[in-house]
Antibody, heavy 119, light 110 residues
Framework: QVQLQESGPGLVKPSETLSLTCAVS?????????WGWIRQPPGKGLERVGS???????YYNPSLESRVTISLDTSKNQFSLKLSSVTAADTAVYYC????????????WGQGTLVTVSS | QSALTQPPSVSGSLGRAVTISCTGT?????????VSWYQQPPGAAPKLMIY???NRPSWVSDRFSGSKSGNTASLTISGLQAEDEADYYC??????????FGGGTRLTVL
């Protein structure tokens, strides 16, 4: 059974960098598929942040592309998200998920982690 | 790229059927069979229910079905059960090589 678990600070100050990690079990991230991040502001809808393939192909949301970095660490079977220069608008539940292609669908999801941007 | 358009809420009675629509444009839903549907119960992560318009993952009941006509995709849930009460989101690949989601639909089971 594929399982994903997000971890990282729940509070980030404005203008700083948000950093999250997703630990994957039950599947080797270096063998296949895409690995992505999706976020959901409180009370709002879903927004894909970006995805990276097992062999390094990357897709970022154009509206976030200048601030986002997603990378794989196959030795630890985990992948990470860095979002720089955050503002209150980046406050959201961040989900990591496995993608069957570069864009969708996402078949396995983590439980999500709330990140609040506030001083 | 604008979000796909979904009705904010729909309701249906136990045992009946309900359909949720997802309207896009000729640059997304209308041009690609890359529409997915996700179910999100309150406080939980989204769960994939339909992909590539009408395909169901192995864990999804055949009460859930997907279809598409022109720029509008639809999710139909038959034999409504209390456990179906959740938010539902559609998504589509776009001609800009991006992924967009709908605004979500709250399903209430009466």
């Amino acid at each position: 059974q594929v399982q994903l678990q997000e971890s990282g600070p729940g509070l980030v100050k404005p203008s700083e960098t948000l950093s999250l990690t997703c630990a994957v079990s039950g599947f080797s991230i270096g063998s296949d598929h895409y690995w992505g991040w999706i976020r959901q502001p409180p009370g709002k809808g879903l927004e894909r942040v970006g995805s990276v393939s097992h062999n390094g192909r990357i897709y970022y949301n154009p509206s976030l592309e200048s601030r986002v970095t997603i990378s794989l660490d196959t030795s630890k079977n985990q992948f990470s998200l860095k979002l720089s220069s955050v503002t209150a608008a980046d406050t959201a539940v961040y989900y990591c998920a496995r993608g069957l292609s570069g864009h969708d669908p996402f078949d396995y999801w983590g439980q999500g982690t709330l990140v609040t941007v506030s001083s | 790229q604008s979000a796909l358009t979904q009705p904010p809420s729909v309701s249906g009675s136990l045992g009946r059927a309900v359909t949720i629509s997802c309207t896009g444009t000729s640059s997304d839903v209308g041009s690609y069979n890359r529409v997915s549907w996700y179910q999100q119960p309150p406080g939980a992560a989204p769960k994939l229910m339909i992909y590539e318009v009408f395909n169901r993952p192995s864990w999804v009941s055949d009460r859930f079905s997907g279809s598409k006509s022109g720029n509008t995709a639809s999710l139909t849930i038959s034999g409504l059960q209390a456990e179906d009460e959740a938010d539902y989101y559609c998504s589509s690949y776009t001609s800009s090589s991006t992924l967009i989601f709908g605004g979500g639909t709250r399903l209430t089971v009466l």
